[in-house]
C-alpha cells in the first residue's frame, strides 16, 4: 500500500492562485505516475493532471492553462499549481499514485485529499 499526503489546501480568494503539494511513501520510479483529481459532493472524480516518473506531463484538454503539474523539490513529491481561481474549483482535491501506469494492471493508490474552498 502507498501512503500518499497532501498539503496546501485552504482558503482563497477568486482570481487567486494556490500550490498543492503531494507526497509518496514510495519511490516515484519506472512505469509510476502521479496525478490530481477533485471530488465535489454528488459527483464523480474529476481528473485534472498527470506526471510520469520520467516527467510528461499530461491534461485534460478542458484544464490546460490555468493548473500546472510539477515534480517537487522533495523526493517522490508532486505539485499541482492552480491559478485564476473560481468558486467552481471548489473541491477537495486529491493525489493519486499510479503504479504501471497506461497498462491493463494499473493500480491506483489514493490519499485523504486536501479541501479548497474559492470564495469571497
Known amino acids: 500500500q502507498v501512503q500518499l499526503v497532501e498539503s496546501g489546501g485552504g482558503l482563497v480568494q477568486p482570481g487567486e492562485s494556490l500550490t498543492l503539494s503531494c507526497t509518496a511513501s514510495?519511490?516515484?520510479?519506472?512505469?509510476?505516475?502521479m496525478g490530481w483529481y477533485r471530488q465535489t459532493p454528488g459527483n464523480r472524480r474529476e481528473y485534472l493532471a498527470m506526471?510520469?516518473?520520467?516527467?510528461?506531463?499530461y491534461y485534460p484538454d478542458s484544464r490546460r492553462g490555468r493548473f500546472t503539474i510539477s515534480m517537487g523539490n522533495a523526493p517522490n513529491t508532486v505539485t499541482l499549481h492552480m491559478s485564476d481561481l473560481k468558486p467552481e474549483d471548489t473541491a477537495v482535491y486529491l493525489c493519486?499514485?499510479?503504479?504501471?501506469?497506461?497498462?491493463?494492471?494499473?493500480?491506483?493508490?489514493w490519499g485523504q485529499g486536501t479541501q479548497v474552498t474559492v470564495s469571497t
Open positions: 493519486a499514485f499510479q503504479e504501471n501506469y497506461m497498462t491493463t494492471s494499473e493500480r491506483f493508490h
Open positions: 506526471i510520469s516518473s520520467g516527467g510528461t506531463t
Open positions: 514510495r519511490r516515484f520510479a519506472d512505469r509510476t505516475a
